[in-house]
Each structure stands twice: as structure tokens, then as C-alpha cells.
């Protein structure tokens, strides 16, 4: 139980849980089936991890988002009423930014996760992985990233260059404990 | 003995226990001790889950704004009471989950995935911690005059976007040992169950330094609103990562770069010409919540300042007022308990003359970090004056700057910030 202690420093903590990590503490919890973790774990990382078999191209996602997200952001994706998809590259340094995922968005990979979870909103989860390719191929043609005829799957659109990937500071992120910083601002 | 006997003896021992707690308010209201000689009132007549008076009207929806804001105007003590705290966002409805079915996923770069049902959660040692919980947007006084031209009003609308509780659960750390987390890992990615799953990245080292997986709140189950059945709580961190409706923790070597982490919530740097993303701490940043915007002092004399002051950072050290526009300022009285990335209370007593006064207050935390002036904000920030945090479209999170409030002649009190 020692190893609760506040008072333990940092270091020792850490040995104690790298001790600790060969027998579990309380024996609680059961092992889920690869299975089970395969239909749970929807992230999808820059590197495209995660990502499932499939393709679409921005022709038969043209449709799509006619029918599924129009109503929402916009026969020209520009309009709303909610969050505008299409255009703003060149507005971020003015001070009306657009930001979009084709102007601010660093990742192509990013567009394919948050649609696939969340959206339609109201009907989240309702599209199938070749939807969700088709779409988020539509959504980068009309913003000039690809071309028409190009087909997105799980090899393709992590290799997308977005204009904006180089666009965000630090480019490493991290965090430091109880670190110093003017009003809470990191440079 | 009858059930009806019985139940009014019950309802007699029931009242001599809570006569011990609220014995002024029992007294005022009969104007005499409980006791014999009241009315009979029988057991049913009392509310099986209590209500507030119906003097008491406080609420987080402010009528001229649809945001749902914590009440801090009519705030007391450090607690904020669940059923104010703020929500975010508003239009989405909490989602409606059976506890009984719900569960965690830990995996990703762990020894030994695990499923934890909310009743194996409970088997484990627990911990309470209060902590205040802030959204990135909080604060930001000038939002509503670019909207509407009008400066937000009230306390509820400058600030309304940070809460305080009592946090009950058990350690993340506890649950990451319990899954051994292997080497490489230093990043993890936490996502709720609602139909959105959002998600947030969060560093490992800080996960294992002070996150709570928190089923209770304030005494009782966290409310749908705030997550029920379990949450994250990322003490001092904006608000976004503390997720609520915890369903999987995916423990990774890098961010997970998600919606969250690029899309809402970084913010473009005018001086650099690029967003800085991964904003984790609020910074320090303090307010008085009497007398504040929109409420009206009644006659000069004496008056008691007080305020909330909190640190994404450490705990508040310090907190000074000035009644004179930032001329001269003096130590506020802190409020025991003074914790860690917690609102702590202050007080500072002040006899008003009936002159225009502009009180305000300015904080430093255990770090040594101190809050800024709105002009110090902005050139920190990104290199720009306040006349460019008046005007611009370009989103300014974390403002965390010293809230004027002007006292008029009549006694009313208004929003002072520019």
C-alpha cells in the first residue's frame, strides 16, 4: 500500500509501478477478445492505424453528401447553418480566419475518424467505411487537395500532404509537470 | 401502532435529526421549535429527493443566452451544486446509460487489456479530490460584444464556464497499473459513449500523475449532464479533456490527433503566423462574484468582496483587490480549504462611500504565475494589443484576464473591461 503514498517521490513511484506491473494490483477487470477491442477501438491515427478495408471516390461521394450533410453545412459546403467543410485556405493570418477541414485541418486522416464517429449527427455510426471514404474523398476534392478521379482508402489517405500540416506550434507537443508558465500559456 | 402511527413516529425521529442541522430555518419559517404543537405532517409529504425553497431561483440558463452557465453571482463556499454546473455543449442531450451495462475498455500499449464493469470500478480503493472544472472558452468577457455589441453582463456570462466539485472515483494511474503500460507508451486517448464519442489525447505522464475516473460528484452519482455513469477529471486542464461517459482509454506513443486536438481548439498565433495546439493548463485567474455585473447595492456602507480564484497550474497563493481601478491593490483573506487546482474562495471587506468605485481582483498561484491585465493577455498571447482582443474574429481561448466591475453612484454594477 505503500505505494499510494503522496509522499513517495515521483521516482520511487515510478519503480513501484514498473514492479508492480508484473502481478495486478486487485485482480479486477476481465480480458476482452481481440474481437471486442477490434469493434470498440475507432481511432484512427495520422499514420492511418486503424483504418478498415474499403475505398470511395469524390464522384460517389458527391451524392452522399447531398442526401446525408447537406442540410446541415450546406449544398456548397460553405453556408451552414453548422461548421463550413469547403474553402478558407488563405484566411488563417487575416483576422476573419475561415477555418475548415481543407484550410486548418493537418491530417486527411482526421476528416475519415470524426466523420465515421460522429456524424450525421443524430444518426452517428450510420455510415458504412465506404461511405465515410467516398465522402471524406468528396470533401478533399471540392477543397482542392485531390483530384476528382483520385480513389481514398487505407493506403492513400494517410499519404495526403494537407496545407496546413506544417501550420501548428510546437511542432511536438508535450507536457510538463508543474512547469512555469506565463498565464498558463505554453510558446 | 398502526402504519400511519408508525410513520409519523419515524417522520418525528427524522425531524429531531434534521432540526440539529437546520434549526434556524425550521425556527424562522413555524416561528417556533419544531415539536408537538406543529400541524401534523405526514411522512409522504416529504419530497423523497429534496428541492431547494422556492425563494431560490438560480439556474444555469441564463434567459438572454441559450448557453448553459454556472450562477457564480449567486455563488457561496467553493462547491458549485451539480445541478448548476455548466454544461458543454448544450444541445446535446446526455445520453441515457444503464450503468449495469456500461463499461471501460483499457488497451492500446498495455500488458493486459481489461474490461472494468461500474461495479468492479466501485470495488476498488477510492479517492474524493475537488476540483474545478473550466472550459478553453471561459472568460472570454468580449465574445458576446463581437456577437451582439454588447459586453457580456454578468458573472454567469463572463465566467459561468468553470464549476468546482467533489470528485469520487479511482485513480487512472491505479487502473493503468493494474494493465501495465508498456514502455514506449506516453500518450493515451480518452473517449466517451455518447453518439459523438468524442475524444481527447491526453500525456501519459499526467495521467498517471493526478487523473480521476469519477463516478461520483458533490455526494452522489455524477449527473447525465456531467457524465454519469463515469468521467475523466484532468485536474487544471481545459475542459475538453476531462471526457465525459467514459467508455475506452487507448494507451498510445504519440497523440491520437483527433477532432479535438486540431480542429476547435487550437488557436492561431497572429505573431507567429501558426496555431498552437496542445493547451493543456488554464492559467491562474480569479474573479469577484459580489458585488458583480447586472446586481445593484442597495445603500453605501458596508460591504464584504468576495470572489472565486483557481489555477490550472497549483493552488492560489495570493489574491489582491483593488477598489480603485488598479491604483492600489491589497491582500484578500483566503477561505480555508486552499487546494490544488480548486476554486478557492476570497474575501475582502470594503465600506463603500457612494462614490463610482471599480473593484477588482488579480491572483498568483503556487508557480508564481500571476494574472494578467487584458493588455499583458493579449501581447503573451500573440503579440497583439486589446484593441485587436476587442475586435477580431480570430478565436482567443484561455483569456484569463483581470474582470473589472464598476460600481455606479446609483449602485448598480456593470462589466468595466474596456
Redesign the interface.
Known amino acids: 500500500m505503500r505505494c ?1 503514498s503522496l509522499l513517495v517521490p515521483l521516482v520511487a513511484l515510478a519503480s513501484c ?1 514498473a514492479a ?3 502481478t ?3 485482480n ?5 477478445s481481440a474481437e ?2 477490434r469493434a ?7 499514420e492511418g492505424k486503424g483504418l478498415p478495408p474499403g475505398s470511395g471516390t469524390a464522384k460517389q461521394g458527391e451524392t452522399l453528401y447531398e442526401h446525408k450533410c447537406a442540410r446541415c453545412h450546406g449544398k456548397t459546403g460553405t453556408e451552414g447553418p453548422n461548421e463550413p467543410l469547403i474553402g478558407g485556405q488563405g484566411t ?2 487575416t ?3 475561415v ?1 475548415t ?1 481543407g484550410s ?4 486527411a ?2 476528416i475519415w ?2 466523420i465515421n ?2 456524424m450525421p ?2 444518426e ?2 450510420s455510415l458504412s467505411a465506404d461511405q465515410v471514404y467516398a465522402i471524406t474523398a468528396f470533401l478533399l476534392y471540392r477543397n482542392g487537395i485531390i483530384h476528382e478521379s483520385d480513389v481514398i482508402d487505407a493506403n492513400s489517405l494517410p499519404k495526403i500532404q494537407m496545407p ?1 500540416r506544417n ?4 511542432p511536438k ?14 510558446h | 401502532m398502526n402504519t400511519k402511527e408508525r410513520g409519523r413516529r419515524r417522520f418525528l425521529k427524522g425531524g429531531a435529526a434534521l432540526a440539529g442541522l437546520a434549526v434556524g430555518e425550521i425556527r424562522s419559517a413555524s416561528g417556533q421549535a419544531i415539536g408537538s404543537e406543529r400541524p401534523e405532517v405526514r411522512p409522504e409529504d416529504f419530497r423523497a429527493y429534496g428541492e431547494r425553497s422556492r425563494f431560490v431561483t438560480s439556474v444555469r440558463r441564463d434567459p438572454r443566452n441559450p448557453n448553459s452557465r454556472t450562477p457564480l453571482q449567486d455563488s457561496v463556499g467553493i462547491i458549485t451544486p451539480s445541478a448548476l454546473h455548466f454544461m458543454v455543449p448544450t444541445w446535446i442531450d446526455p445520453p441515457d446509460i444503464d450503468p449495469w451495462q456500461h463499461r471501460l475498455l483499457i488497451h492500446g500499449m498495455v500488458d493486459r487489456p481489461l474490461i472494468f464493469s461500474m461495479e468492479e470500478l466501485k470495488r476498488l480503493p477510492s479517492v474524493s479530490r475537488i476540483h474545478f472544472v473550466e472550459c478553453a472558452g471561459s472568460g472570454d468577457s468580449l465574445e458576446e460584444r463581437k456577437k451582439n455589441g454588447m459586453l457580456a453582463e454578468t458573472v454567469q456570462r463572463t465566467h459561468g464556464l468553470t464549476a468546482c466539485s467533489e470528485w469520487t472515483g479511482v485513480l487512472l494511474s491505479m487502473l493503468l497499473r493494474e494493465t501495465g503500460v508498456q514502455k514506449e507508451a506516453t500518450w493515451l486517448v480518452a473517449e466517451g459513449a455518447e453518439p459523438r464519442k468524442r475524444s481527447k489525447s491526453i500525456p501519459l505522464e499526467k495521467a498517471m500523475d493526478d487523473v480521476l475516473v469519477a463516478y461520483g460528484q458533490n455526494g452522489e452519482p455524477v449527473r447525465p449532464e456531467q457524465g454519469y455513469p463515469l468521467r475523466l477529471v484532468v485536474p487544471g486542464f481545459e475542459g475538453v479533456h476531462n471526457i465525459k461517459w467514459l467508455r475506452r482509454i487507448k494507451v498510445l506513443d504519440q497523440p491520437s490527433m483527433e477532432k479535438e486536438e486540431t480542429s476547435h481548439y487550437p488557436t492561431q498565433r497572429p505573431d507567429l503566423g501558426k496555431a498552437r495546439w496542445f493547451q493543456f493548463e488554464m492559467g491562474p485567474k480569479s474573479v469577484i462574484t459580489f458585488p458583480s455585473g447586472g446586481q445593484r447595492l442597495p445603500s453605501r456602507g458596508f460591504y464584504e468582496i468576495t470572489g472565486l480564484a483557481w489555477s490550472g497550474g497549483g493552488a492560489i497563493q495570493r489574491v489582491e483587490v483593488s477598489t480603485d481601478g488598479g491604483r492600489t491593490w491589497k491582500d484578500a483573506e483566503l477561505q480555508e480549504p486552499v487546494l490544488r487546482m480548486a476554486h478557492t474562495r476570497f474575501r475582502f471587506p470594503w465600506n463603500w462611500d457612494g462614490d463610482e468605485a471599480v473593484l477588482q481582483s488579480r491572483c498568483t498561484d503556487d508557480v508564481e504565475a500571476i494574472q494578467p491585465t487584458l493588455a499583458e493577455f493579449g501581447r503573451i498571447w500573440g503579440g497583439v494589443d486589446s484593441e485587436y482582443l476587442k475586435t477580431t474574429r480570430n478565436k482567443v481561448n484561455h483569456i484569463n484576464a483581470i474582470q473589472p466591475w464598476k460600481v455606479s453612484r446609483d449602485g448598480s454594477v456593470r462589466n468595466a473591461l474596456l
Open positions: 499510494y509501478a508492480r506491473a508484473q495486478p494490483l486487485h479486477l477487470g476481465r480480458t476482452p471486442e477491442i470498440w477501438d475507432i481511432s484512427i491515427n495520422p488563417l493570418q483576422e476573419r480566419p477555418r477541414i486548418f485541418w493537418p491530417f486522416t482526421t475518424d470524426y464517429r460522429g449527427q443524430y452517428e455510426g496546413n501550420g501548428f506550434v510546437p507537443p508535450e507536457w510538463k509537470r508543474r512547469e512555469k508558465r506565463p498565464f498558463g500559456i505554453y
